[in-house]
């Protein structure tokens, strides 16, 4: 897929678990298990699917996935699908090296979205990628330094403070334009200062959706994650940006949905639902 000067192609970096009943919500399992059938305690797969965006001189990542070097307890409480090393050998399927990389957006600093920021290198963790610039919302970060106890066991300190301490984290405050066509949209209800990628020109418009719809079945209003801090906060936010989907055809791309990698939407009488799924960016 083509956006303005920017190649769009996606990375695929195996797939992990969470409970099915957190994941929708006040949704009864009888409604979701048709789209996301649990394993025998509850559990649902879902992808880690993050963005790469090609111009001419710039590489950019959108979000980085569980990373690795995860231990054997995690490893068995999450279901974790994926190699060692995730993030860099799916890059160099594409010959793309780590140093290559010249800009990270990281919507938010949970464990399934930066924890491929960092890696261990003789027991010292450091930056995946040497000579990038990594983005997040410093609201965002300074929650992630002091969580709450709801959400404490989302957030692991090295997977992004050594970000900071080696200068390559840029804070930002609010609605960001990382250039012409690309645009951050900030959205608090999941977390604080959540970062939506919005990448656009004249004619076509795609949406990174993170997890304020981290699949396609999330796409109708009350179908809201139990894991969300501000679950009335992201009903407004599904509603403001399925609007603009509708009506400016955006194509919404899904980082945890196990099947479908993007899709566009529709509003009938009986609310907002998915119009056509996508497997591929073409």
């Known amino acids: 897929m083509q956006v303005g000067k920017y190649k769009i192609s996606y990375i695929e970096t195996g797939s992990f678990a969470l409970d099915g009943g957190a994941m929708f919500g006040v949704v009864p399992r009888p409604l979701w298990e048709k789209t996301n059938p649990p394993d025998e305690i509850n559990r649902i797969t879902l992808g880690a699917r993050l963005l790469l965006l090609e111009s001419a001189n710039r590489k950019i990542l959108v979000d980085t996935g569980l990373g690795g070097d995860w231990n054997d307890k995690f490893r068995r409480i999450y279901r974790v699908n994926q190699l060692q090393e995730p993030l860099l050998s799916s890059l160099s399927k594409k010959n793309i090296t780590s140093e290559e990389i010249t800009d990270v957006i990281l919507t938010h600093l949970h464990f399934d979205h930066t924890g491929g920021s960092t890696k261990l290198v003789d ?26 106890e709801r959400d404490r066991a989302s957030f692991f300190n090295e997977r992004f403070l050594p970000l900071y ?3 390559q984290l840029e ?9 012409d066509e690309i645009e951050l949209i900030v959205v608090n209800g999941h977390t604080f200062s959540q970062q939506l990628v919005k990448v656009a020109d004249s004619s076509n418009t795609l949406l990174y959706c993170a997890d304020l719809f981290p699949t396609s079945s999330h796409i109708p209003i009350p179908y809201v994650m139990a894991y969300d801090l501000q679950p009335l906060i992201t009903i407004e936010e599904k509603k403001d940006i399925l609007k603009s989907a509708i009506k400016e055809n955006w194509i919404l791309f899904f980082e945890h949905d196990p099947f479908s ?5 529709t509003q009938t009488d009986k609310g907002y639902s998915v119009k056509e799924k996508f497997e591929q960016l073409v």
């Open 171 to 179: 804070l930002l405050n609010g609605k960001y334009n990382l250039d």
């Open 165 to 167: 301490e080696h200068n």
């Open 123 to 148: 027991g010292k963790w450091l930056p995946t990628f040497p000579n990038a610039k990594y983005y997040v919302q410093e609201k965002q970060f300074e929650w992630a330094r002091n969580p709450s």
């Open 261 to 265: 990698a993007a899709a566009t939407v």
